[in-house]
C-alpha cells in the first residue's frame, strides 16, 4: 500500500517537475536548510533566555561554544576544499561564501564589542548568506 502511494506521489507533476529542474532541489535544500537555522537557533535562543542568566553573561559564556564552532567549520571546510581544490577554486559559489564568511567573523567581532540593532540584523543576514553559498557549491 505504501509503495503504491509513493509510486503515486513520483508520478505528480509536482514531483516530476522538482526532479527534472536544475535548480529546484537546490533552492528547496537552501529554503530547507534556512527554515532549520531560523527554527533551531530561536529554539536555542529562547532556551537558553528561559534559563534565566543575563543576555551578557549569557553571550560571554556561549563565546568557548561558538569558538569551537569556528574552529570546527574552518578544519572541515579546509579539508573539504583540500579534496578537490580545483573544484572550489573555480567555484563562484565557494568564493562568495569566503567573502561572505570573512564579512561574517568581521561583523560578529564588532558586535560583541560594541552590541547594536544593525550589526545584529546584519550579523544574521551575512551568517544566512554564508549558509546559503555553501549549499550553492555543489551545484554550481
Given at each position: 500500500?505504501?509503495?503504491?502511494?509513493?509510486?503515486?506521489?513520483?508520478?505528480?507533476?509536482?514531483?516530476?517537475?522538482?526532479?527534472?529542474?536544475?535548480?529546484?532541489?537546490?533552492?528547496?535544500?537552501?529554503?530547507h536548510l534556512l527554515g532549520l537555522v531560523l527554527l533551531g537557533g530561536a529554539a536555542?535562543?529562547?532556551?537558553?533566555?528561559?534559563?534565566?542568566?543575563?543576555?551578557?553573561?549569557?553571550?560571554?559564556?556561549?563565546?568557548?561554544?561558538?569558538?569551537?564552532?569556528?574552529?570546527?567549520?574552518?578544519?572541515?571546510?579546509?579539508?573539504i576544499a583540500l579534496s578537490m581544490p580545483f573544484k572550489y577554486y573555480d567555484n563562484?559559489?565557494?568564493?562568495?561564501?569566503?567573502?561572505?564568511?570573512?564579512?561574517?567573523?568581521?561583523?560578529?567581532?564588532?558586535?560583541?564589542?560594541?552590541?547594536?540593532?544593525?550589526?545584529?540584523?546584519?550579523?544574521?543576514?551575512?551568517?544566512?548568506?554564508?549558509?546559503?553559498?555553501?549549499?550553492?557549491?555543489?551545484?554550481?
Amino acid at each position: 500500500m505504501l509503495t503504491e502511494f509513493l509510486g503515486w506521489l513520483e508520478q505528480t507533476a509536482i514531483s516530476s517537475a522538482i526532479r527534472q529542474s536544475d535548480w529546484a532541489v537546490m533552492a528547496l535544500e537552501a529554503i530547507h536548510l534556512l527554515g532549520l537555522v531560523l527554527l533551531g537557533g530561536a529554539a536555542v535562543i529562547v532556551s537558553l533566555r528561559r534559563t534565566g542568566i543575563p543576555m551578557r553573561i549569557l553571550v560571554r559564556e556561549l563565546r568557548p561554544l561558538a569558538l569551537t564552532g569556528l574552529a570546527l567549520m574552518v578544519g572541515s571546510g579546509t579539508l573539504i576544499a583540500l579534496s578537490m581544490p580545483f573544484k572550489y577554486y573555480d567555484n563562484t559559489a565557494f568564493q562568495w561564501k569566503m567573502v561572505l564568511l570573512a564579512g561574517s567573523l568581521i561583523v560578529t567581532y564588532q558586535l560583541s564589542r560594541r552590541p547594536s540593532r544593525v550589526l545584529a540584523l546584519l550579523s544574521l543576514f551575512l551568517w544566512l548568506s554564508v549558509g546559503f553559498s555553501g549549499r550553492l557549491i555543489g551545484f554550481l
